[in-house]
């Protein structure tokens, strides 16, 4: 099928994008700007910004499959703009946007790659701007899909995963904290967990929405429930200097309160849905191990 991955040129997207490339799809990338990385010069790229810019159907008629893998989150705030006018501009209007217009289109599926926030941490969705622009998106979007224009949605969790020429800073911090070669930053791991995927499960969970998902329905996707201690541990080990960590309930230098929208010290763990979507599980510690060899090499 010839897809539009919108969000293509990031992690999920071009995970996404070689996977459906190997099964015999043809692949078009779509963000802000054209990409140089190497390893994504063979697929097609569309420049375009959704947030901003108005989408044609002429355009969207060339597609028979969306992908949309690029709903705004706290690395694209801008300085000085609120995050209640950003976040439900950027996700509660222009995401929903951009599904009515490919409903009009000539595409007959498209998936979209949401959040777990606004299911596993609901009681925030009235207080935190992200996570109620996240549920707003989502069921805005939804309500377009029809037997003519079938919409999956999967709600991730954080996501870990190394693709390359794409850098993670986020990744890469942990990767230097781990190894102790961030100076005067104590090694420490902050109470309570999440549940984590690669984006390697999300790229075939993707896959799977399209093939046998649901039409209409959000899935509640993931792999590993890790306490945060679990997790830094296994970047520590990866790193080679293995370590037995001390939990504190304070604010964490590498896991600040503004990117856990479920609340300092919260433990989120679930039985992800996989099902139909028949995506690959247990592979955090091989993911993390990737990830770490990719910046420390």
């Keep these: 099928m010839k897809t539009l991955i919108v969000g293509g040129t990031g992690l999920v997207g071009a995970e996404t994008a070689r996977l459906m490339a190997s099964k015999g799809h043809?692949?078009?990338?779509?963000?802000r700007n054209p990409t140089s990385n190497p390893a994504l010069l063979e697929f097609p790229h569309i420049a375009h910004d959704y947030i901003?810019?108005?989408?044609?159907l002429?355009?969207?008629?060339?597609?028979?499959?969306?992908?949309?893998?690029?709903g705004a989150d706290i690395r694209m705030l801008p300085?000085?703009?609120?995050?209640?006018?950003?976040?439900?501009?950027?996700?509660?209007?222009?995401?929903?946007?951009?599904?009515?217009q490919a409903a009009q289109s000539n595409i007959s599926k498209?998936?979209?790659?949401?959040t777990f926030y606004p299911v596993v941490a609901s009681q925030n969705i009235e207080t935190s701007a992200y996570v109620r622009s996240r549920y707003e998106a989502?069921?805005?979007?939804?309500?377009?899909s029809s037997p003519d224009f079938e919409i999956v949605c999967?709600?991730?969790?954080?996501?870990?995963g190394q693709f390359p020429g794409i850098e993670a800073p986020h990744l890469e911090g942990l990767t230097m904290y781990a190894a102790g070669k961030l100076e005067g930053v104590p090694l420490i791991a902050p109470a309570?967990?999440?549940?984590h995927i690669s984006s390697l499960s999300v790229a075939e969970a993707v896959l799977g929405g399209f093939t046998h998902g649901e039409a209409g329905k959000a899935y509640l996707i993931g792999d590993e429930n890790l306490s945060w201690k679990e997790y830094l541990e296994l970047f520590c080990e990866a790193v080679g200097n293995p370590q037995n960590l001390d939990v504190t309930t304070d604010a964490h230098p590498m896991l600040p309160d503004i990117i856990l929208y479920a609340g300092r010290n919260a433990t989120v763990s679930y039985e992800p849905e996989n099902g139909e979507l028949n995506y690959g599980r247990q592979r955090i510690k091989e993911t993390i191990k990737n990830v770490v060899s990719s910046y420390l090499n």
């Design 192 to 195: 309570g967990g999440v549940n």
């Design 110 to 114: 498209a998936v979209y790659i949401g």
């Design 26 to 31: 043809e692949v078009t990338l779509m963000s």
């Design 138 to 144: 989502d069921k805005a979007l939804r309500a377009f």
């Design 52 to 56: 901003h810019d108005d989408i044609s």
């Design 79 to 100: 300085e000085g703009e609120s995050d209640e006018t950003f976040f439900m501009h950027a996700n509660g209007v222009r995401v929903p946007y951009f599904f009515e």
């Design 58 to 70: 002429e355009i969207l008629n060339a597609f028979d499959w969306l992908v949309f893998s690029a």
């Design 154 to 160: 999967l709600d991730a969790p954080y996501i870990i």
